[in-house]
């Protein structure tokens, strides 16, 4: 019965979003109030029936009713609770009933946030942010839907993915969900303001919290994706350039772009039709990546679905959303007329620059995922772009970007002098450069990757810090520390996340420059070196786990006579599933990470061994996790809860809202 109230819910929950399309923007454009205001309840009344036909979803999988085919793929009474509850986006089906959830999320908080907002464009976001709903729950319902029965329930269902049995997997997509559909609200935003035919500073204040929200997701998204690949699939990388995670990278890359756009529109009121063109490719990009994951015309080792017929679907969908949308950009360029002026040395041209670099790289990235598919389709060739490519073409942008932000933050507005706006900076650079030279010094070899990395990586943090004292004016240090401890968050926010990306910046370069590999065929009970640490397989025995049987290794590793660790890798194997995972075992610490992977028996005797020992690995999720950080503290800004009252006041006052 519940599940029958959840497939009825999300039934409600279309219908209503069609109401939600139609009425509020109808209301908008002949100025009838009470039809804007239905935009309102209409938000939050989709988002409670997407959320009880969730929950009705996920009742089902906690209960294991296999009467429900969704549950018979990808669920059995032996998994543990936690990997039951994940497993209702752990496939194509749910997945994208999390992800209108999470659409209809985004769209009920701009209803219960958006008071500062003029009542007109309120409504036309709302409508925007519906008719999105509209589209992806008609491709649920007429071609995904989650609750299907079956004619007759088996005893039992066909269990998870093993390699979705996991932690950091299990909570990978919602985060990633939120900043995919999240950079939904800067798509609607950008296109209610074409329609009204008004960009103003404003509006660039309103777009910024949801975009830096979605980006702020999307930032633990990935950091959770890239863990879970280097801990659970045994291969020692935290990024393949895999179709799936570049679906992921290049909407980070456009929103945060956009987040930096958005600011020379709120304070110079400058680069409109730029800032509404990223807002409109950053939500291109998540479509472009759901097309990818679901449509299986590129191949990946965490796709989603292999069905051609929804991959259609989806791209009719992209055309019709990013088609419509660039067709009234083009309309409506010409009423985006720029206000601010600014001299090619100001921090106006700094963003730019810091715009066009991460627009290419996102661009780069593009063409280098789908290149196959083209050269397939108009080619009849089939080539395959691999890491390589993407190091050789991607990271000079990268090291321009990290060149470039410590000078772009300090400089002013307008007009700059570099003279002036360097002179903190010098000693910065020149602790940086020493850095960089002793690193190169004490490395044994003599890769220049690791020493650039930290050259980076200091020019970055020392910048920040920098630019923050920079804001506390002169004085002494009590009244400097007075005023740093009143500075905006906002201010805190950027600083801390341009030091988050130095250290992952230099923990990525650290670990490919300096890691150490070793395979071998190990013998239990015979030790061997790998980089000054004394290996010994002690022995292999098998484990009954909850539904899987292990292959578990017991190593130790000890250095200079003293035990540093000893790890447990394991290979598992579900009965099931009848799928094979590797178990790496990892002993983490700061400066570096021992990771030991078991393989298969030998014929002539012994166990096939990886030994890595990678420096600085955890750097590049600590970087992460600071990057998060920064844009939580951003979002903590009173400012953005203020949003801008100032207007809000106008339009009470009887100014026009277009």
């Not at 997997?169 to 985060?175: G, R, S, T, V």
């Not at 004292?469 to 007075?482: D, E, I, P």
């Not at 400066?591 to 020992?613: E, K, N």
């Given at each position: 019965?519940i599940v029958e109230l959840g497939h009825f819910a999300l039934v409600l929950a279309f219908v209503v979003a069609i109401v939600q399309t139609v009425v509020p923007m109808i209301g908008a454009q002949k100025n009838w109030r009470g039809w804007m205001a239905a935009a309102e309840p209409a938000a939050n009344a989709q988002f409670l029936f997407l959320a009880f036909s969730f929950a009705a979803l996920t009742y089902a999988f906690v209960t294991s009713d296999f009467s429900l085919r969704l549950v018979v793929e990808n669920s059995h009474t032996l998994k543990p609770m936690l990997y039951k509850v994940t497993g209702v986006w752990g496939n194509h089906e749910g997945s994208m009933l999390l992800w209108v959830l999470i659409l209809a999320l985004f769209g009920a908080g701009a209803s219960w946030f958006g008071g500062g907002l003029p009542e007109r464009l309120k409504a036309r976001v709302l409508s925007v942010q519906a008719a999105i709903?509209?589209?992806?729950?008609?491709?649920?319902?007429?071609?995904?839907?989650?609750?299907?029965?079956?004619?007759?329930?088996?005893?039992?269902?066909?269990?998870?993915?093993?390699?979705?049995?996991?932690?950091?997997?299990?909570?990978?997509?919602?985060?990633?969900?939120?900043?995919?559909?999240?950079?939904?609200?800067?798509?609607?935003?950008?296109?209610?303001?074409?329609?009204?035919?008004?960009?103003?500073?404003?509006?660039?204040?309103?777009?910024?919290?949801?975009?830096?929200?979605?980006?702020?997701?999307?930032?633990?998204?990935?950091?959770?994706?890239?863990?879970?690949?280097?801990?659970?699939?045994?291969?020692?990388?935290?990024?393949?350039?895999?179709?799936?995670?570049?679906?992921?990278?290049?909407?980070?890359?456009?929103?945060?772009?956009?987040?930096?756009?958005?600011?020379?529109?709120?304070?110079?009121?400058?680069?409109?039709?730029?800032?509404?063109?990223?807002?409109?490719?950053?939500?291109?990009?998540?479509?472009?990546?759901?097309?990818?994951?679901?449509?299986?015309?590129?191949?990946?080792?965490?796709?989603?679905?292999?069905?051609?017929?929804?991959?259609?679907?989806?791209?009719?969908?992209?055309?019709?959303?990013?088609?419509?949308?660039?067709?009234?950009?083009?309309?409506?360029?010409?009423?985006?007329?720029?206000?601010?002026?600014?001299?090619?040395?100001?921090?106006?041209?700094?963003?730019?620059?810091?715009?066009?670099?991460?627009?290419?790289?996102?661009?780069?990235?593009?063409?280098?995922?789908?290149?196959?598919?083209?050269?397939?389709?108009?080619?009849?060739?089939?080539?395959?772009?691999?890491?390589?490519?993407?190091?050789?073409?991607?990271?000079?942008?990268?090291?321009?970007?990290?060149?470039?932000?410590?000078?772009?933050?300090?400089?002013?507005?307008?007009?700059?002098?570099?003279?002036?706006?360097?002179?903190?900076?010098?000693?910065?650079?020149?602790?940086?450069?020493?850095?960089?030279?002793?690193?190169?010094?004490?490395?044994?070899?003599?890769?220049?990757?690791?020493?650039?990395?930290?050259?980076?990586?200091?020019?970055?943090?020392?910048?920040?810090?920098?630019?923050?004292?920079?804001?506390?004016?002169?004085?002494?240090?009590?009244?400097?520390?007075?005023?740093?401890?009143?500075?905006?968050?906002?201010?805190?926010?950027?600083?801390?996340?341009?030091?988050?990306?130095?250290?992952?910046?230099?923990?990525?370069?650290?670990?490919?420059?300096?890691?150490?590999?070793?395979?071998?065929?190990?013998?239990?009970?015979?030790?061997?070196?790998?980089?000054?640490?004394?290996?010994?397989?002690?022995?292999?025995?098998?484990?009954?786990?909850?539904?899987?049987?292990?292959?578990?290794?017991?190593?130790?590793?000890?250095?200079?006579?003293?035990?540093?660790?000893?790890?447990?890798?394991?290979?598992?194997?579900?009965?099931?599933?009848?799928?094979?995972?590797?178990?790496?075992?990892?002993?983490?610490?700061?400066?570096?990470?021992?990771?030991?992977?078991?393989?298969?028996?030998?014929?002539?005797?012994?166990?096939?061994?990886?030994?890595?020992?990678?420096?600085?690995?955890?750097?590049?999720?600590?970087?992460?996790?600071?990057?998060?950080?920064?844009?939580?503290?951003?979002?903590?800004?009173?400012?953005?809860?203020?949003?801008?009252?100032?207007?809000?006041?106008?339009?009470?006052?009887?100014?026009?809202?277009?």
């Amino acid at each position: 019965m519940i599940v029958e109230l959840g497939h009825f819910a999300l039934v409600l929950a279309f219908v209503v979003a069609i109401v939600q399309t139609v009425v509020p923007m109808i209301g908008a454009q002949k100025n009838w109030r009470g039809w804007m205001a239905a935009a309102e309840p209409a938000a939050n009344a989709q988002f409670l029936f997407l959320a009880f036909s969730f929950a009705a979803l996920t009742y089902a999988f906690v209960t294991s009713d296999f009467s429900l085919r969704l549950v018979v793929e990808n669920s059995h009474t032996l998994k543990p609770m936690l990997y039951k509850v994940t497993g209702v986006w752990g496939n194509h089906e749910g997945s994208m009933l999390l992800w209108v959830l999470i659409l209809a999320l985004f769209g009920a908080g701009a209803s219960w946030f958006g008071g500062g907002l003029p009542e007109r464009l309120k409504a036309r976001v709302l409508s925007v942010q519906a008719a999105i709903g509209v589209a992806f729950l008609a491709f649920i319902l007429f071609t995904s839907n989650p609750f299907l029965r079956v004619a007759v329930p088996p005893f039992d269902g066909q269990d998870l993915n093993p390699l979705l049995q996991d932690p950091g997997l299990a909570f990978h997509p919602p985060f990633l969900y939120l900043g995919y559909v999240g950079l939904s609200m800067s798509f609607s935003f950008a296109v209610a303001a074409l329609i009204e035919g008004r960009v103003d500073a404003a509006w660039g204040r309103w777009v910024r919290p949801w975009t830096l929200a979605a980006w702020l997701f999307l930032t633990i998204g990935i950091a959770l994706g890239s863990w879970w690949a280097y801990y659970e699939l045994g291969w020692g990388g935290f990024w393949f350039w895999d179709p799936v995670e570049n679906a992921s990278f290049m909407p980070w890359l456009i929103a945060a772009a956009l987040l930096h756009s958005a600011i020379v529109v709120e304070k110079r009121e400058a680069l409109k039709s730029w800032t509404i063109l990223l807002a409109i490719l950053a939500f291109g990009f998540s479509l472009i990546g759901t097309f990818i994951v679901r449509s299986g015309v590129l191949t990946s080792v965490h796709a989603f679905a292999n069905d051609p017929d929804r991959g259609v679907f989806i791209l009719i969908i992209l055309g019709i959303f990013m088609g419509g949308a660039l067709t009234l950009y083009a309309a409506r360029a010409g009423a985006m007329e720029a206000k601010g002026v600014f001299g090619m040395l100001s921090r106006e041209s700094a963003l730019v620059a810091n715009n066009v670099l991460l627009a290419v790289a996102a661009f780069v990235v593009f063409i280098g995922t789908v290149w196959p598919l083209v050269a397939e389709l108009a080619f009849d060739r089939k080539l395959s772009v691999g890491a390589p490519f993407f190091n050789a073409a991607f990271t000079p942008f990268m090291v321009v970007l990290a060149m470039i932000l410590p000078i772009g933050a300090m400089m002013p507005w307008k007009r700059a002098r570099m003279g002036r706006v360097m002179k903190p900076l010098w000693g910065v650079l020149a602790l940086s450069v020493a850095l960089g030279a002793l690193v190169w010094a004490v490395q044994t070899g003599r890769s220049a990757l690791a020493p650039v990395g930290a050259i980076l990586a200091a020019w970055l943090v020392l910048g920040a810090a920098v630019d923050v004292w920079s804001r506390t004016g002169r004085g002494g240090l009590a009244s400097k520390a007075g005023r740093l401890a009143r500075l905006p968050r906002a201010d805190w926010g950027k600083a801390v996340a341009h030091s988050g990306l130095g250290i992952t910046l230099f923990g990525i370069a650290a670990m490919t420059a300096w890691q150490v590999e070793d395979i071998r065929v190990a013998q239990v009970g015979a030790p061997f070196e790998v980089a000054g640490y004394e290996v010994t397989l002690e022995g292999v025995e098998r484990v009954q786990g909850p539904n899987y049987i292990s292959t578990m290794a017991e190593m130790t590793l000890a250095r200079n006579g003293r035990e540093v660790a000893r790890l447990y890798p394991e290979k598992r194997d579900y009965p099931v599933a009848r799928m094979p995972t590797t178990e790496a075992a990892i002993d983490n610490g700061v400066l570096r990470d021992l990771y030991v992977v078991i393989g298969d028996a030998q014929d002539a005797g012994g166990w096939a061994v990886r030994i890595y020992i990678k420096p600085f690995a955890n750097w590049i999720w600590a970087g992460a996790i600071i990057m998060a950080l920064g844009g939580v503290l951003s979002l903590s800004d009173r400012r953005y809860r203020v949003a801008a009252g100032a207007r809000k006041q106008a339009v009470r006052d009887g100014v026009p809202a277009e």
